[in-house]
């Protein structure tokens, strides 16, 4: 027997990967040097000896670009954490969304009994003997099994249906998702019975051909009357529901919810081959202790059903969170690179322009400014360029909502609370970053000012 060894994800570095983003930073550095090379060519010799006799101030060009700059920054870290926010409060959605069944202390494998060359028969015999002996062994609770695994990977099963009263329209869809199951199944994962009857072990084979639907299939086809009693064809051969099922999760955390039936296993399975046989147990103690005893279980069964390997379902089914934690953690590191530069280029031009505007300061504290009159002028100055950053950043932010929409769960892209707080934190950033300069400039001492030059 072959092992079931969960999905793993190549992260190996890679060199071309490597070499793109070497690329990006030297055309970004490149790009970056342009202007100020342009500038410096374009000035002469005399203008830049008046430049160094004037008042000190830096000119009114140079000063709309840096300003300009930290307005861009500022932007795209209001962007890029806006978006973090967004990814944030979507996984916490997905986190908290009810799967519609009970995966806590139920361990889940995958029997590949076709490698040991069993028959359908024989497949199905071996798990129903499986089962018993399980049921039986210490600390087992319920088991059962089935030919899928809900949220895990794949698109799973799905056949066409002609259901008994009802008619269809002109090229509608009939193609419903599926999957066997074994009796306890449901009771196993406590996904409710709303009406009808569980399977059975009589529903084999050589008995009729039944089936138990969910809610969602009962809206559709029935305009949620009772459906049990009802026949269904599938695959041409008649089924009589006998039961149905809350809705539940199947594929994502995120489906709308969707018409769904379950076939009774030991009815109509006709051979695992590649997917192999989903077995669940749950246990009253952690489902990792579990793994010893499928294994003598098995051993006492058939001696070469070996290389059994199991997990937590709960451990399976965090693939359903896969894609948003990525996401969000890509995210957060992109959120602290812009938060920071952003910081940090707010403050290199907060200090700059103290420092060019000494002598200026210098006059206006000897003509009697006070102190808190100057820490206004420059703290205003700081704060006018991150609120101007952050309307820009809000612009693209809601630029991108079309785009971001359809990867959100239960989150509007213009969620007023992931933009309030990435608002908020940026203009935190902003006064921190001026506070330094605009108390540097407090302190400057004006006869040392008129003196500098």
Not at 91 to 109: I, K, M, S, Y
Not at 213 to 236: E, K, L, T, Y
Not at 300 to 315: E, H, K, Q, R, V
Not at 405 to 431: G, K, M, N
Request: proline fraction near 6%; charge should be positive; charged fraction near 15%.
């Amino acid at each position: 027997m072959l092992p079931w060894v969960p999905v793993s994800f190549n992260v190996h570095p890679s060199a071309r990967v490597f070499l793109f983003a070497a690329l990006v930073c030297l055309a970004s550095a490149l790009i970056s040097g342009i202007p100020p090379a342009y500038q410096l060519l374009q000035r002469s010799l005399l203008d830049a000896l008046k430049q160094a006799g004037r008042s000190g101030t830096r000119s009114g060009h140079a000063r709309r670009i840096s300003g300009m700059l930290v307005v861009a920054e500022t932007g795209l870290a209001l962007a890029a954490l806006v978006t973090l926010g967004l990814f944030v409060r979507s996984l916490h959605g997905l986190e908290n969304t009810p799967a519609g069944f009970d995966h806590r202390n139920v361990t889940v494998c995958r029997l590949f009994l076709s490698t040991n060359n069993y028959t359908p028969s024989e497949e199905k015999e071996f798990s129903r003997r499986l089962r018993q002996h399980l049921l039986a062994a210490p600390g087992v609770t319920s088991a059962a099994y089935s030919d899928s695994i809900p949220l895990g990977f794949g698109l799973g099963k799905w056949a066409s249906v002609v259901v008994e009263g009802y008619a269809s329209r002109a090229g509608e869809n009939l193609d419903v998702h599926h999957a066997s199951v074994s009796p306890g199944y449901f009771d196993l994962l406590r996904i409710p019975l709303v009406t009808g009857r569980d399977f059975r072990a009589e529903d084999n084979e050589t008995a009729p051909r039944v089936m138990i639907v969910n809610q969602s299939f009962a809206r559709r086809f029935f305009d949620g009357r009772d459906p049990v009693g009802h026949r269904v064809q599938i695959f041409g051969k008649p089924f009589k529901i006998v039961g149905m099922v809350r809705d539940t999760k199947y594929f994502h955390l995120s489906e709308a919810p969707q018409p769904y039936f379950y076939m009774s296993f030991d009815q109509v399975h006709y051979g695992s081959g590649e997917n192999g046989v989903a077995f669940y147990v749950r246990t009253d103690r952690d489902a990792r202790d579990l793994l010893p005893v499928l294994r003598r279980e098995m051993a006492a069964i058939d001696p070469n059903s070996t290389g059994l390997t199991a997990m937590p379902l709960s451990d399976y089914i965090s693939a359903a969170w896969f894609g948003p934690r990525i996401a969000s953690s890509f995210l957060a590191v992109l959120g602290a690179i812009s938060m920071l530069l952003a910081g940090v280029g707010l403050y290199g031009v907060m200090a700059y322009s103290v420092s060019q505007r000494t002598r200026e300061i210098g006059i206006r504290m000897a003509l009697g400014a006070v102190p808190g009159g100057v820490l206004r002028i420059v703290m205003r100055e700081g704060l006018l360029l991150a609120l101007l950053g952050i309307a820009a950043g809000l612009a693209i932010a809601l630029a991108a909502a079309p785009q971001i929409a359809p990867l959100l769960y239960q989150v509007s892209p213009a969620d007023p609370v992931s933009i309030a707080a990435a608002a908020l934190f940026l203009i935190v950033v902003a006064v921190l970053a001026s506070l330094i300069p605009a108390l540097r400039a407090t302190r400057v001492d004006p006869i040392r000012a008129l003196r500098q030059e």
